[in-house]
């Protein structure tokens, strides 16, 4: 038998109190982002054992806690692995550097990273912008062909941030769906 928690939400504050056999929860009413993710956890739990999404979760959780960019790669092997092939069925969305953008951006931000997508700068926008643990991480993403790394190189967009930065260059094949090319370095 799964044990469920009890959640209360009272002074600002988060609860909560194991029950057996009682499938009541109290309603909120907006709880802050920290409290959000604490109650979707909650939920997630009682309901499921050690599942796919854990373990990518987990992954990310490592990466971002230790801005190792070695463990950064896999991450994005495993999510894109796990799209269902009858997503790209009928329709050519997998030769846009636009999908893999937004589906990268739609995981990390489904996981509360800070991303920015499109991060403009003077010379042009890198595609997606991580920032954890003092580190930033400038992804340039490419379909098929190109030197994602080179161009990140080429237009300086690292200059606008300061403190450890990582440049990630990333190719996609299409046909096969899964990156082609990982490479990286810190400047």
Known sequence: MQRLEKLRYSNGNLQNE?????????????PCNAHQRYINDAILQSMIIVSEKELLHDELLDFIETGDVNKLEPIIRHLFASIAYNNYT?????????FYSSVL???????????????????????????????????????????????????????????????????????????????????
């Open 18 to 30: 194991p029950i057996e056999n009682n499938l009541s929860l109290n309603c909120f009413h907006q």
């Open 105 to 187: 951006f739609a995981f990390f931000i489904g996981f509360g990273v800070n991303i920015i997508a499109e991060d403009v700068s003077n010379r042009g926008r890198i595609d997606l912008t991580l920032k954890a643990c003092g580190q930033t991480f400038l992804l340039e993403l490419k379909v098929t062909d190109g030197e994602p790394l080179e161009q990140i190189r080429r237009m300086k967009y690292y200059e606008k941030y300061s403190g450890e930065r990582y440049l990630v260059g990333i190719v996609f094949d299409p046909k096969a769906r899964k990156i082609s090319k990982f490479e990286w370095e810190m400047v």
């Open 90 to 98: 009928n329709n050519h969305i997998d030769r846009y550097e636009g």
